[in-house]
């Protein structure tokens, strides 16, 4: 292909919605645009001068699908602009909640999303209905994969998306634990499913390695998607509080998120599952680490189809987790702590299903917002999206046009995009001439 | 001859596509028994091939917030039987609307850069202050009990079973 205009209207099978433009001139990539087009609801401006105890609530409204990320981040920035020190036990009924999420969002993207790639059809629509088929049986599992996941968040925190029960401070109401040896038998249940599945994605052959940067947090104690310290390939190990400035924010002019690199080496970075097992996966459960042993061998991995392979084996890992949570967590009657309000700062970075989440807090003496940030984990891969395809153009324009256009969005998809948190909308257009 | 199937369309404007989420909850129990009835026309979150074309039911979710945001909507109610307004936002525009409640003195820099980059109504609406809504499904997200009786009520009305 020497000379093209190529125009992907709308990236399909993703959260939210986004587009490409890619020019092509005496037989190179001459330009190429990844937009995310949305408009933006400036939720991060309207909580300003809000009360702290409702702005956790209103700012789940980000994201439907990764609403209880937000929900988390900024309950735990508003915590620590209180000096707001939790219990133990709230600690773990977060964190088990957050194991339903990460079950049914991963799930959602592997198999809804992801899946038809594998299988080299459109939609799970086409899918077909004979039990034996091996496309009907994964999709089959992951209805019932997420709905477990569902069924956790619905004890824990009354609903999977814009939970009720967290609250500053803890919880308004807690979890019955009657209803847990019920979740442990169903946990076990989809376990089977859950590795066939990361068995089906080990297999998949398709690659696309640029050497990118990654960036996550790990905790040395566990795997743990809400506590730890920033880590990145260059060795850097930060606390939360000061993820900001190690960033540098790019107004990318045709889309209505920023962008963002590295502040020290000005490079592009990759967030996400991928990102979290090639630097955690020594802190995996013992029993998903023995499960699935000869699958970690790919780890670490550039291989960005790889992020699907992780979110696979973090299903198993937040299944094995919670049996584990459930079979020992005590729940004692223990209302919210709550303090006078008090002026502060507080930082809330958590692993949010598609990579670090960053919220920021600042509250007048009055328990009042001052002042609000958030950072989402697809405006932190926009970068190295936009870098993913270029190297993708760059070496297959010998492709047709429809091959391109399939293997872009497929290559976009594998990074699990949210358009809605980072804001909402991908048109794709190829101009050659 | 191949049955008749309710032909719909999905759609998400500006919103958290909550109710989409929930959509897909819904599929691992309806999954099986919506193929026999069901064709999605559009609908983005699981199909690359889609289209506006002759739809029994639109379903549309969120606010909208800009001029072209309004001519894509009237172009789907111009090609669909009937409009079902789907979750907060498209019923009620909050909390996507929040941004009517601004204070232009107030307004950061940046939020002026996106303003004034990007096509933005002044004022961002609810459904059915741009096109005729048949129904509506509230909640957010959309409440589930109440959208399965709305797809059930159409169902029957094209004689779908």
Not at chain 1, 11 to 38: H, P, R
Not at chain 1, 179 to 201: C, D, N, S, T, W
Not at chain 1, 351 to 374: F, K
Request: aromatic share 8%.
């Amino acid at each position: 292909m020497h000379q093209a205009d190529i125009t992907i209207n709308s990236i399909t099978k993703i959260e939210g919605n986004a587009g490409l433009t890619v020019k092509i001139q005496d037989g190179k990539v001459s330009d190429l645009k990844f937009i995310i087009s949305d408009y933006r609801r400036f939720y991060a401006h309207a909580v300003k001068k809000k009360p702290i105890i409702a702005v956790p609530s209103f700012l789940s409204r980000i994201c439907g699908t990764c609403s209880v990320s937000h929900l988390f981040a900024s309950i735990e920035a508003i915590e620590k602009s209180q000096q707001i020190e939790v219990t133990a036990q709230t600690k773990i009924l977060r964190r088990l909640a957050y194991n339903g999420l990460m079950i049914r969002d991963h799930a959602l993207h592997l198999y809804f999303f992801t899946l038809p790639d594998v299988l080299g059809i459109d939609s799970i629509l086409q899918i077909s209905d004979d039990p034996a088929d091996p496309g009907h049986v994964l999709l089959h599992d992951s209805f019932d994969i997420k709905r477990v996941g569902t069924d956790i968040t619905n004890v824990v925190i009354g609903a999977a998306i814009h939970a009720p029960f967290p609250t500053i401070g803890g919880f308004i109401k807690l979890p019955d634990p009657s209803k847990f040896p019920e979740l442990i038998e169903k946990l076990e249940k989809i376990r089977p499913q859950v590795i066939r599945g990361i068995q089906a994605f080990f297999k998949w052959d398709k690659t696309l390695i640029r050497n990118s940067d990654y960036m996550c947090l790990r905790n040395d104690r566990e795997f743990n998607f809400l506590e730890g310290m920033i880590v990145n390939s260059t060795g850097r190990k930060i606390p939360e509080e000061e993820f900001h400035t190690f960033l540098k924010s790019v107004v990318i002019p045709y889309s209505q998120a920023e962008g963002y690199i590295f502040s020290d080496s000005h490079s592009d970075y990759l967030v996400g599952s991928l990102a979290r097992i090639n630097f955690n996966k020594d802190l995996l459960n013992k029993r998903t680490a023995q499960d699935i042993s000869e699958v970690l061998t790919a780890f670490p991995s550039n291989n960005v189809f790889h992020n699907n392979l992780a979110q696979a084996i973090e299903i198993l890992q937040a299944v094995d987790d919670s049996i584990e949570i459930l079979k020992s967590v005590q729940v004692s009657p223990e209302p919210p702590i709550r303090k006078p309000p008090q002026a502060g700062r507080g930082v809330g970075v958590i692993e949010a299903p598609r990579g670090i989440l960053y919220h920021m807090a600042q509250v007048n003496a009055q328990g009042m917002i001052e002042d609000y940030d958030v950072i989402v984990p697809t405006s932190q891969n926009q970068i190295n999206i936009e870098n993913d395809l270029k190297k993708y153009f760059d070496e297959n324009l010998d492709k047709s046009e429809d091959e391109l256009k399939l293997n872009a969005e497929t290559i976009i998809r594998a990074y699990d995009p949210c358009m809605s948190c980072s804001t909402n909308f991908l048109k794709m257009e190829i101009t050659r001439s | 001859m191949e049955k008749k199937k309710l032909v719909i369309g999905w759609f998400s404007f500006t919103c958290c596509e909550d109710s989409t989420i929930l959509l897909t909850e819904l599929l691992n129990d309806h999954y099986s028994g919506w193929k026999q009835l069901i064709e999605f026309r559009h609908m983005k979150a699981l199909q690359m091939k889609n289209s506006i074309e002759g739809l029994d039911v639109a379903f549309i979710e969120g606010a909208i917030s800009s001029p072209s945001q309004a001519e894509e909507v009237k172009k789907i109610r111009e090609n669909a039987k009937y409009v079902v307004a789907i979750g907060a936002c498209a019923c009620t525009g909050r909390p996507s609307a929040t941004r009517n409640d601004f204070i232009d003195a107030e307004l950061t820099e940046k939020i002026k850069w996106y303003m004034g980059q990007f096509d933005y109504s002044k004022k961002v609406q609810k459904l059915d202050e741009v096109i005729k809504v048949d129904d509506t499904v509230n909640g957010c997200p959309m409440n589930p009990i109440i959208f399965m009786s709305i797809v059930n009520k159409y169902l029957e009305l094209f004689h779908i079973s």
